[in-house]
């Protein structure tokens, strides 16, 4: 009989009505309207300080609106909500623990230790890391440690995971395998995700929807940034990366980003 939402299993719906951002006297975001669907995933793309990644403050309670509301399965999103887990650039594990006990601390409170210690097997299994499990962050390799905080961030089995840039501090091939192991994760553990990139092909391999956000050109000074568009991706996941309508896709993003792109016949 808990007031507060949480945490759930399965992928929840969240909806974000006339959500706007004021720092100071500074706007950040103003009339942000999205609705996301239980399962989707979506990609926020855009200029950096855009206020991409104060968005995903505001989904996952880390923040509050300045205007406006956000709503995960028609519940307001009032404080830190449960129901969200938070991925990051950095991994942001504890340095003195083991793989598994950084894992084990996103279990929700009161799990029984036998569940949670079956639950962080099954995600290090997950991510590839059975053999890996007794060692601490130091002794593994970047892409490992962004596993293991991707495992942790799974471990309460949220309805909605929001990641900001996860793989950006990471190789280009490692980049590539993580991206992989995500889309191979929401098949066997369906969430929402929310995902924040810089890489406008990450976005179109990964994401059903990619959202475009930013300011518009012949807007005054100050007057934050909303969504310049949304762009809905063609065909079913894992997709081809050489696809034709992805490389098209791929040029109407980046020119809505500024950048000019040449077509080669």
Known sequence: MASAPTATTGALSVSLSGVGRVFDDR?????VDLDIAAGEVIALVGASGCGKSTLLRQVSGLDRPSSGSITIAGTAVTGIDLRCSVGFQ????????TLAHNVSLGLPRGTEREEGRARVAELLRLVGLSDSAALRPRQVSGGMAQRASLARALARKPGVLVLDEPFGALDAL?????????????TVEPTTILLVTHDVDEALYLADRVVLIGTHPDAPRNSGAGIRSIIQVPGERPRDRGDATLAQLRADLLSGLGVHTHHHA
């Open 90 to 97: 950095e991994p942001r594990l504890l340095p003195w623990r």
């Open 27 to 31: 706007v950040v975001l103003r009339d």
């Open 174 to 186: 490692t980049r590539l395998q993580m991206q992989d192991l995500l889309l191979d994760i929401h």
